[in-house]
C-alpha cells in the first residue's frame, strides 16, 4: 500500500473509531426516552435527578473531541518525522538520557523494556546514557542485554537514603538518581526520558522527540506523547485490554488537549514519557515529600507549571504493559485517585492551578455512571428526558466511549495481526466498555471508602 494510501485509510479508521460510539448512543439515548408528559410516574422523577449523571463527561469530552478534530490522528505526523529523522540523522549534541526506575521485583519487564530501547536507540545513532534505578540490586541479571556497554548505568538505591522532605518510592529513588549524576550544573543539551519499568522505545518516539528538542525554547519546556498499551501480551485477558484502551484514548484526546493547545498540565501528567529539560529537572528535583510520592508525576507537573514552566506535545508513541490482574488494574486506579485527591487538596499549590484538577477528579467519579444510567434506561423501556438534552447526553455519553475505541484503533493498528483479528478484538473491546466502565467504577468507590497511603507495585 503507498504511503498516500496508507494516510487515507488511517485517517478513515481512526475517524470512525471517534463517530461510531456517538452515534450508537446518540441512537440508543433518544429511542428508549419517550416523549411523554414530565413527571408521568415515580420512575420518571427519579430517572430525571439520574440523568444528570449523563453529563458526567462535560469537560471530558469536549476538551478530547477538540484535539481529535484539529489534530487528527498522529499516523501522518509520525511518519513525517520519521523521514526527517532519517534524513538529518539524530543530533549529536544532544544527550538523551533515559531514566528507568523500577522497584527491582519485575525483571522480565525491565530486561525486555530495555533490550528493545538499546536496539531503537542503537540502529538511529542516537546520542543516549541509560540509567536503571532499583531499590534492589537487578545488574546481574542484565549481562545479555548490555554486552559491557558504557553507555548502561545501574543505580542501587540506598537502604536508609533519605530526603529534606522524606520523598518516598518513585519519587525518592527518582531524586536519589538525580543527585548521583555526575553533571552538577544545569546542561542545556541534556534531556531526561522519564519511563516505567515495561516501558518499550519506538522509532516514533525517537522521531518525536528529535523533532521536540530542535526548538530552541525546548531547553525550558516539558514534554508528553502517547502511550499505547500492546507491549506484551496483548488481548490475553481482553477484559483488561478494553479497560486500559481508555488510556490511549486520552492521551490522544484531553492530554494532547492541554499540552498541545494549552500548554499546561491542567489534568495533571503520567510518569513515563516524560522528557525534562536537565535545567527543569535540576530546578525542581523529586523531593515532594509524603503526600507528593503516591503520584509524583503529576504533583511535578504542577508545580513547575505553577512556577512558570511551559508544557508540550511530543510526537510519537512508546509501548507499555497493562497490569496482569483486575486486582492490580485497583490497586492502581486507587493509587492515581488517592494520589491526585491529596494534589487537589494540597494548600502548597495554589487553588487557581489545582482547580482544573479537582473538577477534572470530581467528574471523573461520577462519569462511569453516564452508562450504568443508559442501561437502567433501557431496562426499564425508556423515561421522560427533554429531546434536545436527550441527544447532547447522547452525545457525551458516546464521545466518553470513542476515548476507548479510539485507544482500541490505535493499539490494535501496528500490531502483527491479521485484519479479521483486528476486527473481531476492536468489535469485542467496544461491547466490554461498560464492563470496563463497571470496573473502574469500583475503583473509583474503592479509592474513596479506603484511600491508599503507600505506594502498591503492580506486576506487569
Not at 12 to 33: D, M
Not at 38 to 50: A, C, G, K, N, T
Not at 217 to 240: M, R
Not at 411 to 438: E, H, Q, W
Request: charged share 20%.
Amino acid at each position: 500500500m503507498s504511503h498516500k494510501k496508507s494516510i487515507l485509510k488511517d485517517a478513515f479508521l481512526f475517524s470512525f473509531a471517534i463517530i461510531l460510539p456517538v452515534v450508537v448512543y446518540v441512537i440508543i439515548t433518544y429511542y428508549f426516552v419517550n416523549r411523554i408528559n414530565l413527571f408521568d410516574s415515580f420512575v420518571d422523577v427519579i430517572m430525571m435527578f439520574f440523568k444528570l449523571f449523563w453529563f458526567g463527561g462535560i469537560i471530558l469530552v469536549p476538551t478530547s473531541f477538540f484535539a481529535f478534530i484539529k489534530y487528527r490522528s498522529p499516523f501522518s505526523a509520525n511518519q513525517k518525522n520519521i523521514e526527517i529523522l532519517e534524513k538529518e540523522g539524530w543530533d549529536r549534541t544532544k544527550l538523551l538520557n533515559i531514566v528507568y526506575v523500577s522497584k527491582g521485583v519485575n525483571i522480565k519487564s525491565v530486561r525486555r523494556s530495555v533490550r528493545q530501547t538499546l536496539a531503537i536507540l542503537n540502529k538511529n545513532l542516537v546520542t543516549y546514557n541509560i540509567e536503571i534505578v532499583t531499590d534492589l540490586p537487578v545488574e546481574d541479571y542484565f549481562e545479555n542485554e548490555i554486552s559491557d556497554n558504557s553507555h548502561v548505568q545501574f543505580i542501587l538505591v540506598p537502604d536508609n537514603y533519605t530526603t529534606q522532605n522524606n520523598a518516598l518510592y518513585k519519587a525518592r529513588a527518582l531524586h536519589y538518581a538525580l543527585e548521583k549524576r555526575n553533571l552538577t550544573n544545569p546542561q542545556r543539551d541534556v534531556y531526561h526520558l522519564h519511563l516505567d519499568e515495561e516501558s518499550q522505545i519506538t522509532v516514533e518516539a525517537i522521531a518525536g522527540i528529535h523533532k521536540f528538542i530542535k526548538d530552541p525554547k525546548s531547553h525550558e519546556t516539558v514534554g508528553q506523547g502517547e502511550i499505547k498499551y500492546n507491549a506484551h501480551n496483548y488481548g490475553k485477558n481482553i477484559l483488561i485490554t478494553a479497560i486500559d484502551s481508555i488510556r490511549t484514548g486520552d492521551d490522544l484526546g484531553r492530554f494532547r488537549f492541554q499540552l498541545k493547545y494549552i500548554h499546561k498540565p491542567l489534568f495533571g501528567l503520567h510518569g513515563s514519557f516524560l522528557l525534562i529539560p536537565d535545567g527543569v529537572e535540576k530546578d525542581f528535583g523529586f523531593d515532594l515529600g509524603g503526600r507528593g510520592s503516591i503520584t509524583e508525576d503529576a504533583y511535578f507537573a504542577l508545580l513547575a507549571s505553577e512556577r512558570g514552566v511551559k508544557f508540550d506535545w511530543v510526537d510519537g508513541f512508546i509501548r507499555e504493559q497493562s497490569p496482569f490482574t483486575l486486582s492490580d488494574i485497583l490497586k492502581q486506579r486507587k493509587r492515581w485517585i488517592s494520589g491526585l485527591e491529596m494534589l487537589a487538596e494540597d494548600p502548597i499549590i495554589s487553588l487557581k492551578t489545582r482547580l482544573p484538577l479537582r473538577i477534572n477528579l470530581i467528574l471523573w467519579e461520577i462519569t462511569w455512571l453516564s452508562i450504568l444510567i443508559t442501561l437502567i434506561n433501557m431496562a426499564i423501556g425508556g423515561s421522560y428526558y427533554p429531546a434536545w438534552l436527550s441527544y447532547t447526553a447522547g452525545f457525551l455519553t458516546g464521545g466518553y466511549i470513542s476515548l476507548y475505541t479510539v485507544g482500541a484503533y490505535r493499539n490494535l493498528m501496528d500490531l502483527n495481526f491479521s485484519a479479521i483479528k483486528k476486527v473481531y478484538y476492536f468489535c469485542l473491546i467496544f461491547l466490554l466498555v461498560p464492563v470496563a466502565a463497571f470496573v473502574e467504577a469500583i475503583a473509583v468507590i474503592y479509592a474513596l471508602l479506603f484511600p491508599m497511603t503507600t505506594f502498591e507495585i503492580v506486576k506487569k
